[in-house]
C-alpha cells in the first residue's frame, strides 16, 4: 500500500470566504430547479436549451459560447 503524501500529522489552515460558498450552493439550487421543470426537458428536445449547457461547459474549463 502506497504512503500517498507521506505519514505527516500535520494540520491544514485554509479560509473559505461563505459568500462564496452561499453563492455557488444558491447557483446549484437553481440549476437543479431548472432542470426538473418540464419547460426544460422541452428545450433540450428543441435543442434551445443554454443555461445548464453554460454551467456544464464551465465546470469543464471551457469558456461558455455567448
Known amino acids: 500500500m502506497s504512503v500517498g503524501f507521506g505519514n505527516k500529522n500535520e494540520t491544514l489552515k485554509v ?13 446549484y439550487k437553481k440549476a437543479k430547479k431548472i432542470m426538473k421543470s418540464n419547460l426544460y426537458q422541452v428545450q433540450v ?19 461558455p459560447d455567448i
Open 15 to 27: 479560509s473559505i470566504n461563505k459568500k462564496e460558498i452561499n453563492r455557488i450552493i444558491k447557483k
Open 45 to 63: 428536445m428543441d435543442g434551445t436549451e443554454t443555461y445548464i449547457s453554460n454551467l456544464i461547459k464551465e465546470a469543464e474549463g471551457d469558456p
